[in-house]
């Protein structure tokens, strides 16, 4: 059983747009919420987190969106740009000892 | 500071071989985690050591088995290959309890 369903699979975004990535979970005990950024030929890097008494966090171009009653977050990246094309990883911990991840969204920003 | 290494990168071994693998943590960072990555189940978490012990572990198969030792450094075993088992295989580490995982570049393993 998936913890942590996130799509879309594939995304497809013009330079300069906005780029959503949405996650959704159901164990209420998760209490950190990572995002990971995966370029070809390496492992996955964190991006940003959020933990659940927060309903927003931000940092440069980078957003989590935080839902605690729909049991859902998503990543937003303004202003799109061809180096954030990769893979993006959602992913849901208790305690940080045990992460489940998304099935991941491969991200294509078209120049 | 160096980050996770795992060696080797690449694994070409046949059905019922063994394989092992390693990964080297971040200095003072004594939590490892290994996960398996596939293109249709995206990463699946495998087991968790700390201090030498496993505190966690996944949904896999008595196949897979891992260790980690004094120096924190951590391998992971595969026994009786099969088909599939090819896959990236991650390891990542810690300080401890929430904090940041740090990932290493993979070992890609294939079996055919």
């Known amino acids: 059983q998936q913890q942590v369903k996130q799509s879309p699979q594939s995304l497809i975004v013009q330079k300069g747009g906005i780029s959503i990535i949405n996650c959704a979970y159901e164990n209420t005990a998760f209490d950190y919420f990572p995002w990971y950024q995966q370029f070809p030929g390496k492992g996955p890097a964190l991006l940003i987190a959020?933990?659940?008494?927060?309903s927003e966090k931000k940092e440069g171009r980078f957003t989590i969106s935080f839902n605690k009653s729909a049991k859902q977050f998503s990543l937003h990246i303004m202003d799109s740009q061809p180096g954030d094309s990769a893979t993006y990883f959602c992913?849901?911990?208790?305690?940080?000892?045990?992460?489940?991840f998304g099935t991941g969204t491969s991200l294509t920003v078209i120049p | 500071k160096a980050g996770v290494t795992q060696t080797p990168r690449y694994l070409i071994k046949t059905r019922g071989q063994q394989v092992t693998l390693s990964c080297s943590p971040i200095?003072?960072?004594?939590?490892v985690s290994w996960y398996q990555q596939t293109p249709g189940q995206g990463l699946q978490f495998l087991f968790e050591y700390f201090s030498e012990t496993q505190r966690n572990k996944g949904n896999f198969p008595g196949r897979f088995s891992g260790r980690q030792f004094s120096n924190s450094r951590s391998e992971m075993n595969v026994s009786t290959l099969e088909l599939g088992d090819s896959a990236l295989y991650l390891c990542?580490?810690?300080?401890?309890?929430?904090?940041?995982?740090?990932f290493g570049p993979g070992t890609r393993l294939t079996v055919l």
């Open positions: 990542a580490s810690s300080r401890d309890f929430n904090n940041e995982q740090f």
């Open positions: 959020i933990r659940p008494d927060v």
């Open positions: 992913a849901a911990s208790m305690f940080s000892v045990q992460f489940y």
């Open positions: 200095s003072g960072h004594r939590s």
